[in-house]
C-alpha cells in the first residue's frame, strides 16, 4: 500500500484575495519598479525587519538606480550607505553582483533562476524571490514565513526548520495564474498573521483547514523550540564589529587604533572583532597603523 499523502488546505483563492485586500505598501511594491529594485529589496530584507530596509533602499535606488550607476560606487560609498542594515558583507557582495551584472548581462539583471544563482552573493531564495516578482515567472518561493506557514497549515506543526522537498511541495501549490501573487500573499500572511509567535489565527483565510488549528493549537514541542532558539546580539563579537564599523563609517579620515581601543572594555574580544573585519575586506590598515574603510 502507497503513503497516503494529506490533501493541500492552502486555498489559492483565499491567499491571493488576502494579498490583494491587505498588502502592505512596501516601496518596493509601487508599480515601476526594476528587477534591480527587487533584487536590493531581497537582500536588504534578509534578517533585516523591512521598517529599517524601506528607508535605506529607497535612497540607494534615487542613488543607484541601475545596477551600472551602482557598479561605478566606490567600496566606502556603499558601506557607508549601508549604514546599520547588519551583516556589511551583503553590501560587498551587492556590488560585486552589480559588476557580474554589468560584465556578463550589458547591465540587465537576469531573469532565469540558473543564472540569478550564478551571481555573487545570490542564495536560493533570493534567485527565486527576483525570478517570481521581478519577472512574474511562476516558480516556488520560500522564505521563513512561506515554510511556518506550509508546516502549520498543511502539517499541524507549529514551527518548521528548512529541509529537503520544501520547494517542491510548495510548488504544487502554484496556480496556474496569479502564481506571484499567490506566492507574495504566503509570505505576507506569514509576516502579519500567521506570526512566529501569537499567530493571530481569526484574521486568516486559512484558519477553517489549519491542520494546526484543528489539532488544538498544541504548543511547540522541545524539539521546535531549539531550533527557533534565537542568537543573542548584546556581548558578541557581532557587536563589537558594528560598533568598530560605526566609527569607521563616520570618520572623517583614517582612524587610529587608540580611537577604537576605547570601543570595547574587553581587548581580546575587541582585537579579534577588528581582525575580523580586517579578513572580511570591511576594513583596512595603512601604512601608519590606522584604520579605515576599503577604497
Not at 522564505?143 to 529541509?163: H, K, M, S
Not at 579620515?253 to 581587548?267: H, R, Y
Request: aromatic letters at 8%.
Amino acid at each position: 500500500m502507497g503513503t497516503i499523502v494529506a490533501p493541500i488546505v492552502i486555498e489559492q483563492e483565499q491567499v491571493i484575495r488576502y494579498y490583494r485586500d491587505n498588502a502592505r505598501a512596501l516601496p518596493w511594491r509601487a508599480p515601476g519598479t526594476t528587477p534591480w529594485g527587487v533584487l536590493l529589496s531581497e537582500v536588504m530584507s534578509h534578517q533585516t525587519p523591512v521598517a529599517r530596509v524601506a528607508p535605506v533602499w529607497q535612497e540607494w535606488i534615487a542613488r543607484w538606480p541601475t545596477p551600472r550607476d551602482f557598479a561605478a560606487a566606490g567600496t566606502d560609498e556603499v558601506l557607508r550607505a549601508w549604514g546599520t542594515l547588519g551583516y556589511p558583507r551583503r553590501a560587498l557582495r551587492l556590488l560585486e553582483c552589480a559588476r557580474v551584472i554589468v560584465d556578463k548581462h550589458a547591465g540587465a539583471v537576469p531573469d532565469s533562476v540558473e543564472e540569478l544563482l550564478a551571481l555573487p552573493g545570490v542564495g536560493d531564495y533570493t534567485a527565486r524571490a527576483v525570478a517570481c516578482f521581478a519577472y512574474g515567472k511562476n516558480v516556488a518561493v520560500v522564505d521563513t514565513n512561506v515554510r511556518r506557514i506550509y508546516a502549520r497549515a498543511q502539517e499541524g506543526a507549529f514551527l518548521a526548520a528548512p529541509r529537503k522537498g520544501e520547494i517542491a511541495d510548495v510548488a504544487a501549490l502554484l496556480p496556474e495564474v496569479d502564481g506571484p501573487v499567490f506566492s507574495a500573499g504566503l509570505m505576507e500572511l506569514g509576516a502579519l498573521v500567521c506570526t512566529a509567535t501569537n499567530p493571530r489565527c481569526g484574521q486568516c483565510p486559512l484558519e477553517a483547514g489549519c491542520a494546526w488549528v484543528a489539532a488544538g493549537r498544541p504548543s511547540p514541542t522541545e524539539e521546535e523550540l531549539k531550533k527557533k532558539k534565537v542568537q543573542k546580539f548584546a556581548g558578541t563579537d557581532r557587536q563589537v564589529r558594528g560598533k568598530i564599523m560605526k566609527l569607521l563609517r563616520e570618520a572623517d579620515s583614517p582612524v587610529a587604533a587608540a580611537a577604537i581601543d576605547v570601543l570595547w572594555p574587553d581587548k581580546v574580544q575587541l582585537s579579534r572583532a577588528l581582525y575580523s573585519l580586517l579578513a572580511d575586506h570591511l576594513a583596512e590598515q595603512d601604512e601608519r597603523g590606522y584604520f579605515h574603510l576599503p577604497r
